[in-house]
């Protein structure tokens, strides 16, 4: 039986609540890169977005994206709840951008 690695531990982590959304950023780090994701969800859908970068010594650059209507946390999430109640529909898009990250470091 083989063991599933654990999960990244994020280096610095952010939930908040926006205007009319909920946000969570995190950065990680793997290997020698430094990887910042960000989930936003909105009030509206299609407004919704979920990205991962990497640092590159000067900027953040683009390297994963999940369009809303693949994003799990879009239609379970809502800002008007306490953004640590949104946490874990969050961070299942975080995960799938960490996945998408990993296959393109590889």
């Given at each position: 039986?083989?063991?599933?690695?654990?999960?990244?531990?994020?280096?610095?982590?952010?939930?908040?609540?926006?205007?009319?959304?909920?946000?969570?950023?995190?950065?990680?780090?793997?290997g020698?890169?430094?990887?910042?994701?960000?989930?936003?969800?909105?009030?509206?859908?299609?407004?919704?977005?979920?990205?991962?970068?990497?640092?590159?010594?000067?900027?953040w650059?683009?390297?994963?994206?999940?369009?809303?209507?693949?994003?799990?946390?879009?239609?379970?999430t809502?800002?008007?709840?306490?953004?640590?109640?949104?946490?874990?529909?969050?961070?299942?898009?975080?995960?799938?951008?960490?996945?998408?990250?990993?296959?393109?470091?590889?």
């Open positions: 039986m083989s063991k599933q690695p654990a999960p990244l531990k994020p280096i610095s982590s952010v939930l908040s609540t926006q205007r009319q959304g909920v946000q969570l950023q995190r950065v990680y780090a793997i020698e890169h430094r990887i910042r994701t960000t989930v936003y969800v909105d009030s509206y859908d299609f407004q919704s977005w979920a990205k991962a970068e990497r640092w590159n010594g000067e900027r650059y683009e390297v994963a994206t999940i369009p809303y209507g693949a994003m799990y946390s879009a239609t379970k809502s800002y008007v709840k306490k953004p640590d109640v949104n946490e874990p529909f969050l961070n299942v898009d975080t995960q799938t951008l960490l996945t998408r990250v990993k296959e393109v470091l590889e």
